[in-house]
Structures are given as structure tokens and as C-alpha cells.
């Protein structure tokens, strides 16, 4: 990529927010996941990334984390599937002795030109990936995340106002902000916090391997920033939700960073 995405919080220096935690971050190999969990590291946690096969990019991410001083465990698998989002916690669990913090962050996407040309395939597999993991895995860690403990889920400015060429990925970052609202409510009186962040245009890998270059060239631009977002300008809105210290009033928000742009409602 060029250049090159700055997700590895090199600037960035933790203040003890997050010491003794420990949290799992799907898609956690690079961009807003990498950053994540290193930014997770610097604040004192262990973490545990899951990813789907670039193992090349999840070493590096481990790499960053122990460098910070912490543990790390990378679990590749398919969180599409039933029995891999529970794996991953009990594989978390296992590993790190217990589960804190929860950050859902696995998405995919692939922009298509009309309703009529989006496969049931490729609606179904959103779905699965976008949504229906947060859903598994986060009933999964219920069992063992405790009083204080946080819940982050990673939406989009598109699920607050639509793309007209994401439309099931729009869809699903709708249904995360919705299950967010609930999901808040419903854990509440267990102690539970729940929150999301729904960035704008953030320069990731997930950025050329799914749009048309032309499209690429100009990522970013119609924002009043004039610019997308590196992952490591987006982790810190975590690290906020993550942090009883910072927001243990905060429970059912959506914080979007989406660089000066403003919204109705």
C-alpha cells in the first residue's frame, strides 16, 4: 500500500489505563485491529487477536504487542463459522486466564453497482462475518467477562447513513449499531459496558483489495478533512471505551470520528 497505513501506535504511549486486563480483538492482524490491540498492549493488557489467514500480518501485530511488554495469542479461523467464534474465546480464555475487554471488529466487504447484482452469496457471507459474529462471540464471552468489564463493537459511518455501493455491508454495520443500543441495555445491571465506534474513511488494507483504483486514489477526499484516517488516529476511541478510568460513564454510545463531518439527528 502507498503509503504504507500507520497502525502501530509507535507514538503512543500508554498511561497504565488498561493494567492486568485482558481482551480479545477480532480481525486484529492490521489496520483498526492491529492498532487496537497494540494500543490495548501499551495500556497494560494482554490480548488475543483473531484473524482469518494473513498469517504474515497477525506475527507482526504479536511482534508489536510483546515488544510492549504484554502477551499475545493469534488465533486464525473463519469467524463466519459457529463453532470457530466460540473456539476463539475458549482459546482466549484459556490462554490469558480470563477476558476483560471484547473488541468485535472482523469485517468484510465488496462494492457492487446495483441491488440486482449482490449474490445471495456474497449477502449471506456479510452477514456472517459483519454481524452474525459479533453475536456468537460476544454470547460466547459473556460467560466469562465480569462486573466492569467492557464490550466495543466497530461500526461504520456507513451504517449511519448508507453507501449506495456497500449495500450489505451498510446493512450490517446498521444492524451493529442497533445491537449496540440493546445490547447496552440489556447488560446494564450486570456491569457490563457496551459501546461502538463507527469511523469514517480509514486507510486500511481492506481499502485497494476491495475498491476500484480509481476509487482509491481519491479515498477519503469528500470528507472536510480532505483525508482518510490512519488506524492508529481511530484506536484511541477504543482504548476510551476500553478504560473504566475514562468512561465508566459511557454505556449504548457510538463515537464517530469521521473527520469534520457532521450529521442530522
Not at 486484529?28 to 495500556?43: L, N, P, Q, T, W
Not at 490462554?95 to 471484547?102: A, I, M, S, Y
Amino acid at each position: 500500500m502507498h503509503p504504507e497505513p500507520e497502525d502501530e501506535m509507535r507514538d503512543y504511549a500508554g498511561r497504565g489505563l488498561l493494567e492486568g486486563r485482558r481482551a480479545l480483538v477480532t480481525g486484529g492482524d492490521s489496520g483498526i485491529g492491529r492498532a487496537v490491540a497494540v494500543a490495548f498492549a501499551k495500556e497494560g493488557a494482554d490480548v488475543a487477536i483473531a484473524y482469518l489467514s494473513e498469517h504474515k500480518d497477525a506475527e507482526h501485530t504479536r511482534n508489536l504487542v510483546e515488544q510492549a511488554g504484554r502477551r499475545c495469542v493469534a488465533i486464525p479461523g473463519d469467524l463466519a463459522e459457529l463453532q470457530h467464534c466460540e473456539h476463539v474465546v475458549r482459546r482466549t480464555v484459556e490462554e490469558l486466564g480470563g477476558l476483560d475487554v471484547l473488541v468485535n471488529n472482523v469485517a468484510t466487504q465488496a462494492p457492487v453497482q446495483s441491488l440486482e447484482e449482490l449474490s445471495d452469496e456474497q449477502w449471506e457471507r456479510t452477514f456472517a462475518v459483519n454481524i452474525h459474529s459479533y453475536f456468537r462471540v460476544t454470547k460466547a464471552a459473556l460467560r466469562h467477562i465480569p462486573r466492569g468489564g467492557a464490550i466495543i463493537n466497530t461500526s461504520s459511518i456507513n451504517g449511519l447513513r448508507g453507501n449506495k455501493t456497500l449495500l450489505d455491508y451498510s446493512a450490517t454495520k446498521g444492524a451493529i449499531n442497533a445491537f449496540t443500543y440493546a445490547l447496552a441495555q440489556n447488560l446494564v445491571e450486570r456491569g457490563i459496558r457496551v459501546n461502538a465506534v463507527a469511523p469514517g474513511p480509514v486507510w486500511t488494507p481492506l481499502i485497494p483489495s476491495t475498491f476500484p483504483e480509481e476509487k482509491v486514489e481519491k479515498f477519503g477526499e469528500q470528507v472536510p478533512m480532505k483525508r482518510p484516517a490512519h488506524p492508529d488516529e481511530i484506536a484511541p476511541s477504543f482504548v476510551f471505551f476500553a478504560s473504566d478510568r475514562l468512561s465508566s460513564y459511557y454505556t449504548g454510545e457510538i463515537l464517530a470520528p469521521i473527520g469534520g463531518e457532521t450529521l442530522p439527528g
